[in-house]
């Protein structure tokens, strides 16, 4: 839910009570409606977003490895890596640009453009990024060829990030999704949230570090456990080592999201150093899924789908996969920007896989209600039903207080001695007597609790 600003409040202690009125009409979801919420979520990263993101990058990548000779590993990782640097240098001033006040200021064409804008920023900029990944993939394969070459660069990348407090770099769908909201595409932390109107040396440092180091170690690590699994996964049988990886990776992607209470709990009683590690390795096992589905998928598009014609087999996943997930409004999920620290979210947040899709349309819809109510307290629309509302009740509370007065006097005016039938004497009924006491202090204690409770 969107927080609004302590200065945009009205003032007054009668207006704060109305906004309390008016939070409290706005409920969040139950426990039912967010396990639904959670597990759709959940769904559509496994099966759909994952394969789009998965064909977006094979049908690129592969276009390169046709085309060598257009996309040489030094010229490409040098563009690449300029071209990324420029968009993280730039993206406060880009964010400050696209952004608008709010959407009911904005004309259609503005709505279009911006659109039209942020798509094709994603697509060049997944190009960027891809163009590095791949150059970095290349110039590695003469040395980490082997099973202990491999482990030994995992081992020595890994360690680096984890001193870094970087780890959290190295996940990808499906346990992280992006939707193309502006927030998300053109504004992305550094690894030291350095701001370029305070220290602008720092802040070029900062961001060259994050794009170069941080960059080239997440790939490193992406590299050595990619060709691990290629050597170690039936290595002569490529079709069952590619099914097998599928399996092996959504296995183990599913353990981790099953294992998500556990570990937030943990992490939820833990501090410093432990919290750190904890999160690391379970981040670290989840990724260890993740690279199992991506290449259990890029083999299975490569061996199955259009092998006869790869220019075709390229050009359609490339274009076909970016187009579904921008029309589903996740193509920043192809991204690779922005340096997230380990364990900085408060509590066990740190261990929960940002996967929200339906989840944010249903707090946008929230949002929106919350804003038409505000514009209701704006207009004096509400005030007027509560202050409708609370003559009712008082209504019902005056009817209900004669009523049960009208009953309390009629009580009181029945005779208390009455005639002992055995005996023939007027001596009182004690069973009588007491029977009445004690229906009249029943009553007379009934509308007072009757009148507390249409009270609250």
Known sequence: MEKYDEDEAHEGEEEDEVHAITYSCIMAPNRCTKRFLHLSDTFI?????????VGHWYGTWEFMNNHAEYFPPIPTILFGTCYHLLIVLSRHHVHEKVKTPHLRDRTLMQKVGRYIFTKLFIYVFSIACIMAFRAIFVLCEPYDNGVSRAILLMILSGTALACLKSVRNIIAPPVAIATDCKSVSFAFPTRFKSHASNEPGF??????????????????????LWVLFDLLIFPGEPILSAYYSVAIGYGIVAITFALQPLMKWSCDRLTGFWRVAVCDAFLFFSFVGTVNVWRGIWELLDLLFLPDDPLLSNILTHSVSFVLLAMLNCSNSVLVRGVFID??????????????????FVQKERTKKQRRMIDM????????????????NTIQIVKGLSKSNEMTNMAANLPKNVPNIENGSEKPCQLYENGLDKENHLYENGVENGEHKIGQ
């Open 45 to 53: 990263a496994l099966v759909i977003v994952t394969p789009l993101v």
């Open 203 to 224: 802040y070029f440092i900062d961001c060259a570090f994050s794009v170069i180091v941080i960059g080239t170690l997440v790939v490193l690590v992406w590299r050595s």
């Open 343 to 360: 364990a900085e979210e408060p509590a066990g947040q740190c261990v929960i896989f940002p996967v929200h899709y339906i989840r944010l």
């Open 377 to 392: 307290l704006e207009k004096g629309e509400l005030q007027t039903e509560l202050l409708e509302k609370s003559e009712k």
